[in-house]
């Protein structure tokens, strides 16, 4: 009998030590950033209540929801007639009563409305965890992946989208990423549905135009046609989506188009405010207007960000927006938000196809002590311990082997130094210090081992 290979569900991965060290690289950076600003981190369970979950990222994210059957018998109130009925939603809400986040935005509004007494308006909170979604694998898209969100809530300021911008910039700029910040806004979004006449349809126009990039203008046409649009309405989106030049060009001529929607207007000042601040700080990467940017989502209600890497054809590394009106879905009206969510997965591919992961992400051992057993392996824990105390991460080889064995061991882990004890050097008071990458050799003595090793 043949003996089963295992292996792990598609859209899923294992990640190696060496890929966790870039992985925990990444993660680092962002944390650091966000803290800088002020946010303070929280955790959310794995699984939510599918009454949280469900009617907030649209049908179409609906449908991507991982749901958990009920533990025990999941059939118990189920009917035979159930059973054999076609209503799939039915059925599933009977046997399943939870599922796996989808997001952090949406158990973050759940947070707060939970925990309303103990937190403190303007509220900064921010998670690095896993999410998943049952969407088809492809390049840059998994099923389970992590997510490193920052928001706000409890304050309508503007200045909150443009720290997140600046978070953002500052972000990628340490991790080496050119980027383009899009910004849009939803307000301006829901004037133009207004004005070419199907306010009605603001869903079905955002979720049509968001995949401009991805289809072409012309499938677009089609599924707004599909969607319900008269062809008089598409006629009229054309080049208001089309609309080329500056962010100040842009501005100008939408505000033509709009200038008798309330609501397009207001969108339109709050983007030009945004833009403003972004220019007078000074931000390093671009950021541009993008009327076509609505990223499907039902809970953005203002602005809305979306970050790409700048030159290749991944899609969104990050994105976010405003939803004044989420936590209000649970039971807690009046409280806005706004925020942004890194992908860290796609981040991760993003600077494995640049190559630009510092080189002391390999390993996050920095030196190795060759054991020669004896007085010397006790030399050698000494030593590593004083390293180990002043924070440098370091490792004695476990047994007495050959040093081929040993050098071996070190240069699989990438390890970049390795320090040499033999009876002899133990005799002199010496150590050699050698560097695996350019294999120099040095002695020195164990206190100049400890002094400098630091700064290597």
């Known amino acids: 009998m043949s003996i089963q290979k295992p292996s792990i569900p598609k859209g899923t991965r294992d990640f190696s030590p060496a890929e966790m060290n870039r992985r925990n690289y990444i993660f680092n950076t962002i944390r650091q950033v966000f803290e800088r600003f002020g946010y303070q981190p929280i955790e959310t369970p794995a ?44 059925l599933s809400g009977k046997i399943s009563e939870k599922g796996l986040r989808y997001d952090l935005t949406v158990p973050f509004a759940r947070y707060v ?57 500052q972000i990628f700029e340490k991790l080496g990423i050119n980027i383009v910040i899009k910004l849009n806004s ?31 203008p012309e499938k677009v046409s089609e599924e707004l046609a599909e969607r319900g649009l008269d062809a008089e309405a598409i006629a009229k989106l054309q080049p208001i989506i089309n609309l080329k030049g500056s962010n100040a060009v842009k501005l100008e001529q939408i505000s033509k188009v709009l200038s008798a929607s309330e609501e397009g207007m207001k969108g339109i000042a709050e983007t030009t405010e945004i833009i403003a601040m972004v220019e007078a700080m000074e931000i390093k990467c671009r950021v541009e207007l993008d009327l076509t940017l609505a990223r499907g989502l039902n809970y953005y209600t203002g602005a809305i960000i979306e970050v790409k890497a700048d030159g290749l054809t991944m899609g969104s590394i990050s994105g976010g927006g405003r939803y004044d009106n989420l936590t209000g879905i649970f039971g807690l009206p009046g409280i806005s938000g706004v925020g942004i969510s890194f992908g860290a997965d796609r981040i991760y591919d993003v600077m494995n196809e640049l190559n ?39 490792e004695v080889f476990p047994e007495n082997a050959k040093i081929k064995k040993q050098f071996s061991y070190a240069d699989s882990k990438q390890i970049p130094f390795v320090v040499i004890i033999g009876e002899s050097e133990r005799q002199k008071g010496e150590c050699l210090l050698k560097n695996m990458k350019t294999g120099d050799q040095t002695v020195i003595s164990p206190d100049q081992l400890l002094q400098s090793i630091g700064t290597l």
């Open 113 to 169: 409305v939970q925990h309303r007494n103990e937190i403190a308006f303007p509220f900064k909170r921010y998670q690095i965890q896993p999410v998943w979604r049952a969407d088809r694998p492809q390049k840059g898209r998994y099923r389970e992946f992590y997510q490193c969100d920052a928001d706000v809530v409890g304050s309508d300021a503007l200045l909150n989208e443009t720290e997140l911008l600046m978070m953002a910039d």
């Open 356 to 394: 630009i992961f510092p080189e002391e992400t390999a390993s996050s051992t920095r030196v190795m002590f060759v054991n020669f057993g004896g007085e010397e392996e006790i030399l050698c824990l000494k030593l590593a311990a004083s390293l180990r105390n002043q924070g440098i991460n370091t």
């Open 186 to 216: 939803r307000k301006i979004l829901s004037g133009i549905a207004g004005v070419i006449g199907h306010a009605d349809k603001i869903t079905d126009i955002t979720v049509a135009i968001d995949k401009l990039d991805k289809i072409g």
């Open 47 to 90: 699984m939510e209540n599918l009454t949280t979950l469900l009617g907030k990222y649209g049908e179409e994210g609906d449908k991507l929801l991982f749901r958990i059957l009920n533990s025990g018998d999941f059939l118990s109130e189920v009917t035979g007639s159930e059973l054999t009925t076609d209503n799939a939603a039915k």
